[in-house]
């Protein structure tokens, strides 16, 4: 109590120099540690019945019971959000912007689907207009889902990730992004070249990454669409801009991986391709990793790179089942990532719903505390973030959802006989959808969509 109050006279006392201050009352969730990880589950997470979270200059100020400190606040500075949840934005840490218009794509598994539709739509982001108007459209499904961070794939176009930036800026989102790097086999309208693909992704990093709250990801699509000399260069890149992402694919496909071990006979495995490269390491995050051998786990552990698990694109593409106990235990951090368009729902809810399902087909029944926390600071931790967003600790980035528990006459009555707090987090996990996000905060500032 003592330390609280005195945070709390710090920060009333030097109101005029914290600018806005803004409190926001509800129940209060959001993790502190892996719950599959942490000796006690209940110090995991916390989770405040009726909480205040004190929001100021886009920070979090403070986070905990409301009688405790309700009193020192102007009413009118609190936002009264009772009968909802507060948890920290999602976090997606795999996702296509160019592919928003072409989820759910019939009948291929990865590498036809790439060639049939991915390829054709992804043409079209040559057209800095077009590429402008889809990264309205996008960023209004990640708000509108509740994301407020994503790792995102543009199409080898420059002017495709400037599009996405230009946006995401005005939204003064948390947002990684970088130009596809890709310089063969894929249809020659969208190739560029190792020195093309090298200078375009240094231009773009010294023109946007760390501008306001962006970042750069380097972002080469897969190895069988780069030559071992782009590979080289996107190793050099990384050497020259350290604090970089590198963001890929790997071992997503069987046919993908046979295809990786013919086009790189001297590599021992799909993740050592990356890692002769230059590519691993603790700001590289691959997607998928569904049929990794053995010897890669090491591999990916001691370079300290992550993993985004893509369940609904996973299925979707019957790609197969990604091992979550098996990373984990070979402390590989996990991201969540939707995979739009392989995916087939924006939404965190959706993808957790279909995590659980990928889990208990391999006798690990994801919780909903181990979701909710992979969501949020799980996957702030896999893109090497949880300095900055993932939960409530004093002065990260306030970026929150208000998330109805229930937004569907068949969820409320599923509710009312969801009592204790696992089972309403569950349901949640498992029913929820874009309806139920109530609204979104964006370093500490309502996200309008409308005013677009
Ligand atoms: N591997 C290479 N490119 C892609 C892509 O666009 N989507 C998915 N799911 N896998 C890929
Ligand atoms: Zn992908």
Redesign the pocket.
């Known amino acids: 109590m003592k330390k609280i109050t005195f945070l709390l006279l710090l920060s009333i006392l030097s109101f005029p120099l914290l600018g806005s201050v803004t409190a926001y009352r509800g129940s209060i969730l959001h993790f502190l540690e892996d719950p599959a990880q942490s000796r006690v589950l209940d110090e995991s997470y916390q989770y405040i019945e009726d909480g205040l979270l004190v929001v100021a200059n886009g920070k979090v100020k403070y986070v905990g019971e409301y009688q405790d400190i309700a009193h020192h606040y102007p009413e009118h500075w609190i936002k009264d959000y009772r009968g909802h949840l507060i948890m920290p934005g999602f976090i997606d840490t795999h996702i296509?912007y160019p592919?928003t218009e072409m989820v759910a794509a019939y009948g291929q598994q990865?590498l036809d689907w790439?060639e049939q539709y991915?390829f054709p739509t992804e043409r079209k982001f040559a057209d800095k207009k077009y590429a402008r108007k889809i990264s309205r459209t996008f960023l209004k499904q990640l708000i509108s889902n509740g994301t407020t961070t994503a790792l995102v794939?543009g199409t080898v176009h420059p002017q495709s990730v400037d599009a996405l930036f230009h946006y995401a800026q005005k939204l003064n989102m948390r947002l990684i992004a970088g130009k596809v790097m890709m310089d063969r086999n894929a249809p020659d309208y969208l190739l560029d070249t190792p020195e093309s693909s090298y200078e375009e992704s240094k231009q773009l990093i010294n023109k946007w990454h760390k501008k306001g709250r962006l970042l750069y990801a380097i972002t080469p699509?897969?190895a069988p669409?780069s030559t071992p000399e782009q590979l080289r260069l996107a190793g050099k890149l990384k050497q020259e801009f350290p604090d970089t992402w590198i963001h890929t694919?790997l071992s997503?496909n069987l046919d993908?991986i046979e295809w990786v071990k013919s086009l790189f006979p001297d590599r021992s495995s799909y993740t050592d391709v990356y890692h002769h490269y230059g590519l691993t390491s603790s700001r590289s995050v691959f997607?998928?990793a569904v049929h990794l051998e053995d010897e890669e786990y090491p591999l990916l552990s001691s370079s300290q790179s992550a993993i985004a698990f893509?369940p609904t694109?996973n299925l979707f593409?019957g790609s197969g089942l990604f091992n979550l106990k098996k990373a984990k235990d070979n402390k590989i951090r996990v991201g969540m990532g939707t995979?739009i368009g392989?995916g087939t729902s924006f939404s965190m809810f959706q993808t957790l719903n279909e995590a659980y399902k990928v889990t208990q087909l391999q006798k690990y029944p994801l919780s909903a505390f181990e979701g909710f926390y992979q969501a949020t600071l799980g996957s702030a931790r896999a893109l090497s973030l949880e300095n900055k967003i993932g939960n409530f600790t004093l002065n990260k980035e306030a970026d929150f959802n208000v998330i109805k528990w229930a937004a569907t006459d068949y969820q409320k009555f599923r509710m009312q006989f969801a009592d204790e707090l696992h089972e309403r987090l569950f349901a949640l996990m498992m029913l929820g959808n874009e309806n139920n996000i109530k609204a979104t905060f964006i370093a500490g500032k309502k996200a309008k969509l409308h005013r677009w």
Do not use: I, K
Request: with cysteine; hydrophobic share 35%.
């Open positions: 296509h592919q990865l790439l991915t794939f699509r897969f669409t694919h997503e993908e997607a998928h893509c694109s593409l995979d392989a």
